[in-house]
């Protein structure tokens, strides 16, 4: 006769702290990437509060642990499509190709901009279209030129058809000014 040993669940606040001690992440850092403050931290890991089940602080934590949302057992599926940018995509192929964290990816850009970073990589904030901002990611990743400069033209692209302009029937106007630009970055 089998025994089956009983599946024990591991607690999200266990995870966090777990988490933290394995990579060494400062609780702080932490609370500053997922958007809350540091004695929230200390009380989810404590159980002083309820874990989170908000989705946005719930994504972000798996975001930067790099697991799926659902593993914490607080996560509540959103019932609103979930829109995959191309782009967002290729930059967590580039970092899973790498071997770079999300933390010490994170913690290539300055801490205000970290959020953003955290956002971006779960989906809910676009690409940005400043292309320094761009070049900035690009660099931390180790991109080419040409790799940075294609991922704004694509974003570009978004934004002009999300805008409402049609890029095939104006392909001449948008052609000759992504050859400006072009122009411009390479200089």
């Excluded at 999200?12 to 500053?32: I, Q």
């Excluded at 660099?139 to 080419?144: A, E, I, R």
Aim: glycine share 4%.
């Amino acid at each position: 006769m089998s025994k089956t040993k009983p599946i024990i669940k591991e607690k999200s606040s266990e995870k966090v702290e777990k988490f933290l001690k394995k990579t060494g992440l400062h609780k702080k850092d932490f609370a500053e990437m997922i958007g809350v403050t540091l004695s929230y931290v200390y009380n989810l890991i404590d159980e002083t509060l309820p874990f989170s089940t908000r989705t946005v602080t719930l994504e972000r934590i798996a975001t930067v642990m790099e697991k799926a949302p659902e593993e914490f057992e607080e996560y509540k599926i959103p019932q609103e499509p979930i829109l995959i940018d191309e782009n967002v995509e290729f930059i967590k192929d580039v970092l899973k190709n790498k071997n770079m964290s999300v933390i010490s990816f994170l913690k290539a850009f300055p801490r205000k901009k970290r959020i953003d970073i955290v956002d971006m990589l779960r989906g809910v904030l676009p690409l940005p279209i400043d292309y320094k901002e761009l070049e900035m990611i690009g660099n931390v990743l180790g991109l080419t030129e040409e790799e940075t400069y294609n991922i704004w033209e694509s974003r570009m692209k978004q934004v002009l058809t999300v805008s409402g302009m049609n890029i095939y029937n104006n392909s001449a106007l948008v052609n000759s000014m992504f050859d400006c630009a072009q122009k411009i970055i390479r200089k």
